[in-house]
Protein backbone atom coordinates (compact mmCIF):
# COMPACT_ATOMS: atom_id res chain seq x y z
CA UNK A 1 0.00 0.00 0.00
CA UNK A 2 1.01 3.50 -0.71
CA UNK A 3 -0.08 6.60 1.29
CA UNK A 4 -0.52 10.02 -0.38
CA UNK A 5 -1.41 12.82 1.62
CA UNK A 6 -1.22 16.21 -0.71
CA UNK A 7 -0.77 20.38 0.77
CA UNK A 8 -0.67 23.36 -0.70
CA UNK A 9 -3.57 23.96 -1.82
CA UNK A 10 -5.51 27.79 -1.03
CA UNK A 11 -7.51 30.83 -2.34
CA UNK A 12 -5.12 32.53 -4.58
CA UNK A 13 -6.66 35.63 -6.71
CA UNK A 14 -6.30 35.12 -10.74
CA UNK A 15 -2.53 35.20 -11.99
CA UNK A 16 -1.44 34.85 -8.66
CA UNK A 17 0.68 31.13 -7.90
CA UNK A 18 0.61 28.15 -5.31
CA UNK A 19 3.12 25.05 -4.89
CA UNK A 20 1.42 21.35 -4.29
CA UNK A 21 2.99 18.98 -2.75
CA UNK A 22 2.43 15.30 -2.67
CA UNK A 23 4.34 13.23 0.30
CA UNK A 24 4.10 9.40 -0.55
CA UNK A 25 4.60 7.04 2.26
CA UNK A 26 4.32 3.55 2.71
CA UNK A 27 5.88 0.88 -0.23
CA UNK A 28 6.90 3.43 -2.58
CA UNK A 29 9.57 2.66 -5.21
CA UNK A 30 11.38 5.41 -7.56
CA UNK A 31 10.06 3.28 -10.13
CA UNK A 32 6.36 4.27 -9.62
CA UNK A 33 4.98 7.07 -11.63
CA UNK A 34 3.20 9.71 -9.72
CA UNK A 35 0.93 12.49 -11.42
CA UNK A 36 -1.99 15.28 -10.69
CA UNK A 37 -5.60 15.14 -11.78
CA UNK A 38 -8.25 17.94 -10.92
CA UNK A 39 -12.02 17.64 -10.22
CA UNK A 40 -13.90 20.38 -10.34
CA UNK A 41 -17.78 20.93 -9.12
CA UNK A 42 -20.17 19.01 -11.76
CA UNK A 43 -17.18 17.82 -13.38
CA UNK A 44 -15.45 14.73 -14.04
CA UNK A 45 -11.68 14.10 -12.60
CA UNK A 46 -9.52 15.29 -14.99
CA UNK A 47 -5.30 14.72 -15.69
CA UNK A 48 -3.37 17.61 -15.13
CA UNK A 49 -0.10 16.68 -14.58
CA UNK A 50 2.36 13.37 -14.82
CA UNK A 51 5.92 12.17 -14.17
CA UNK A 52 7.16 9.02 -15.04
CA UNK A 53 9.64 6.72 -12.63
CA UNK A 54 12.65 7.21 -13.15
CA UNK A 55 14.45 9.31 -15.96
CA UNK A 56 12.00 11.92 -15.15
CA UNK A 57 9.46 11.98 -18.34
CA UNK A 58 6.75 14.32 -18.16
CA UNK A 59 3.14 15.11 -19.39
CA UNK A 60 1.03 18.09 -19.25
CA UNK A 61 -3.18 18.83 -20.05
CA UNK A 62 -3.11 21.51 -22.59
CA UNK A 63 -5.32 23.70 -20.84
CA UNK A 64 -1.93 23.37 -18.22
CA UNK A 65 0.98 23.74 -20.32
CA UNK A 66 2.92 26.95 -20.05
CA UNK A 67 1.52 27.70 -16.86
CA UNK A 68 2.60 24.40 -14.00
CA UNK A 69 5.35 22.54 -13.60
CA UNK A 70 5.55 18.90 -12.00
CA UNK A 71 8.91 17.74 -10.69
CA UNK A 72 9.34 15.08 -7.55
CA UNK A 73 12.19 14.61 -4.84
CA UNK A 74 13.36 10.72 -5.02
CA UNK A 75 14.73 11.13 -1.63
CA UNK A 76 11.98 12.92 -0.19
CA UNK A 77 9.15 10.56 -2.25
CA UNK A 78 7.53 13.92 -2.75
CA UNK A 79 6.18 15.43 -6.24
CA UNK A 80 4.91 19.26 -6.57
CA UNK A 81 3.04 20.92 -8.99
CA UNK A 82 4.07 24.51 -9.17
CA UNK A 83 0.95 26.55 -10.82
CA UNK A 84 1.58 30.29 -11.61
CA UNK A 85 -0.59 32.49 -13.90
CA UNK A 86 -3.75 30.65 -12.14
CA UNK A 87 -6.83 31.21 -13.56
CA UNK A 88 -10.68 30.88 -11.97
CA UNK A 89 -11.24 27.56 -14.24
CA UNK A 90 -7.96 26.41 -12.30
CA UNK A 91 -10.55 25.81 -9.43
CA UNK A 92 -10.63 22.23 -8.48
CA UNK A 93 -9.88 19.94 -5.99
CA UNK A 94 -6.40 18.78 -6.88
CA UNK A 95 -5.38 15.01 -6.33
CA UNK A 96 -2.11 13.20 -6.23
CA UNK A 97 -1.82 9.71 -7.36
CA UNK A 98 0.68 7.01 -8.09
CA UNK A 99 0.78 4.34 -11.02
CA UNK A 100 2.70 1.66 -9.86
CA UNK A 101 3.06 0.29 -13.37
CA UNK A 102 4.61 2.76 -14.49
CA UNK A 103 2.09 4.28 -16.43
CA UNK A 104 2.50 8.36 -16.04
CA UNK A 105 -0.17 8.71 -18.65
CA UNK A 106 -3.99 10.58 -18.74
CA UNK A 107 -6.16 7.95 -17.67
CA UNK A 108 -7.33 8.30 -14.07
CA UNK A 109 -7.74 4.29 -13.94
CA UNK A 110 -4.24 3.16 -14.16
CA UNK A 111 -3.47 5.11 -11.11
CA UNK A 112 -3.42 2.44 -8.14
CA UNK A 113 -3.14 5.50 -5.42
CA UNK A 114 -4.81 8.60 -4.44
CA UNK A 115 -4.63 11.22 -2.05
CA UNK A 116 -7.50 12.61 -0.56
CA UNK A 117 -7.45 15.94 -2.49
CA UNK A 118 -6.43 19.37 -1.69
CA UNK A 119 -8.24 22.43 -2.74
CA UNK A 120 -7.34 25.13 -5.03
CA UNK A 121 -9.72 28.29 -5.77
CA UNK A 122 -8.82 30.96 -7.84
CA UNK A 123 -10.85 34.06 -7.21
CA UNK A 124 -11.42 36.27 -10.10
Known amino acids: QVQLVESGGGLVTAGGSLRLSCAAS????????MGWFRQAPGKEREFVAA????????DYADSVKGRFTISRDYAKNTVYLQMHSLKPEDTAVYYC?????????????????WGQGTQVTVSS
Open 97 to 113: AVGSSGYYGRDPARYDY
Open 26 to 33: GRTSSNYA
Open 51 to 58: ISGRGGNT
